[in-house]
């Protein structure tokens, strides 16, 4: 396994993980790479780990260029173990390298490996460190998306690596993003953000304000996932993505969510999408019992209206909409309107459940709609009546 250069003496020393389906309940149809980076320079500097199963791979790489024995400094951006869990493997064969981190990254590096030994340089925000010819500047990110994140900007190569920040799970043949088709690989980093980041849009514009603070001129993003945006629309693109995302600003469209026993929850989807359409809203429909939750998310980051339809089934929650539920819920969108409705045999309530999900993301609501089995025609005129007002909001 060979390292490959992404800039004079960078090079790139991460893993593919081609096989990859699901992290932890993120579906990743296209599997995902752990990228690391080794800097030759006076010293020589690797940045991030990989997730452990894929250690060799990551070893060699760095081994085509240089022996463990010369790695000055270890950068660790990140602690989660898709990044950090060979850690333990480089530290064994390089004890000589000083590992670069933060408060927090140190102390989950101790709370996860046996640390004894290994030397810390502990970094904030505005520090930087010499390695020769290259200065690497530091931003702690905290919470974005965990205590410990920062990212690292090699100054003279105006190269910011960004660790889980602008990435995607998306493996392929390719390293960079100008190789592969634009429209794929900007949709992947959507629905990384909208699977991963969401929960952090205020901590991720903070982080474009702070680069702006600190004047990081940048002509490439290397992020610890996918593939590498370089050049200055690439970087732009995905800069402004972000920051849109991030403000938490929407397009107006609609999303509904909904799961169905014998088409009567279904029914009032259609109807929905119908009378949503007819008011010009560009809505999406999907249906939980063939849709994965993490196709989904991505439609919330451009959705004001999100209507959530359940069939009631033994006085709870279907346990997919249930599921989605504890899945949007952790991912915490905001400033949207909802609406929740769905069809009962026995007793009505259930989607109240839906409706105080709602309160506690402090979102505006419009009353939930309940119909006993199948809605009849007059029915279906209530319902498309109670939309009308519902878009009102
Ligand atoms: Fe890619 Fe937060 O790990």
Not at 58 to 76: A, H, P
Request: charged content about 20%; overall charge negative.
């Amino acid at each position: 396994m060979k390292a490959i250069q992404i800039k004079k003496d960078i090079y790139w020393v991460g893993v593919k993980d081609w096989n990859l389906r699901e992290f932890h309940g993120y579906t990743t149809p296209r599997g995902s790479t752990y990228n690391a980076y080794l800097i030759m320079d006076e010293k020589i500097t690797l940045v991030d780990g990989v997730k452990h199963h894929l250690s060799q791979e990551n070893l060699s790489r760095i081994q085509s260029i240089i022996d463990f024995s010369k790695i000055d400094y270890l950068v660790v951006n990140h602690v989660e173990m898709d990044h950090s869990g060979n850690i333990p493997d480089i530290m064994r064969r390089a004890p000589q390298a000083k590992i670069i981190t933060n408060n927090a990254g140190k102390m989950a590096l101790e709370a996860h490996f046996d640390t004894t030994g290994w030397q810390f340089e502990i970094i904030k925000t505005g520090d930087s460190v010499s390695i020769g010819s290259r200065t690497l500047e530091f931003m702690t990110t905290p919470m974005l998306h965990w205590p410990d994140s920062m990212m690292t900007y090699v100054k003279e190569d105006k190269l910011l690596l960004p660790n889980d920040g602008f990435g995607q799970h998306f493996c392929s043949d390719a390293l960079f993003v100008k190789d592969a088709p634009f429209d794929v690989v900007m949709e992947h980093a959507k629905s990384y953000y909208a699977n991963i980041l969401f929960p952090f849009g205020a901590q991720a514009d903070k982080a474009l304000k702070t680069a702006g603070d600190l004047g990081l001129d940048i002509e490439m993003i290397a992020p610890s996932h996918g593939l590498i945006w370089s050049g200055k629309s690439e970087v732009e693109a995905i800069l402004n993505n972000y920051a849109k995302w991030a403000s938490g600003a929407n397009e107006g469209k609609a999303v509904i969510v909904y799961d169905s026993m014998w088409g009567a929850t279904a029914t009032l989807a259609e109807t929905a999408m119908a009378e949503l359409q007819a008011a010009g809203i560009p809505v999406s429909k999907h249906c939980l019992a063939i849709e994965d939750v993490s196709e989904i998310m991505p439609d919330f980051l451009d959705a004001k209206y999100i209507l959530i339809g359940n069939p009631t089934v033994n006085n709870q929650l279907h346990h997919r909409v249930a599921g989605f539920m504890a899945y949007m819920r952790g991912l915490a969108p905001k400033n949207k309107v909802g609406l929740a409705f769905g069809s009962y045999g026995w007793k009505p309530g259930v989607v109240k459940q839906i409706q105080q999900a709602f309160d506690d993301l402090g979102w505006s609501s419009y009353p939930p709609f309940e119909e006993k089995y199948t809605p009849k025609s007059d029915v279906i005129q209530k319902f498309r009546e109670h939309i009308r007002e519902y878009i009102k909001l």
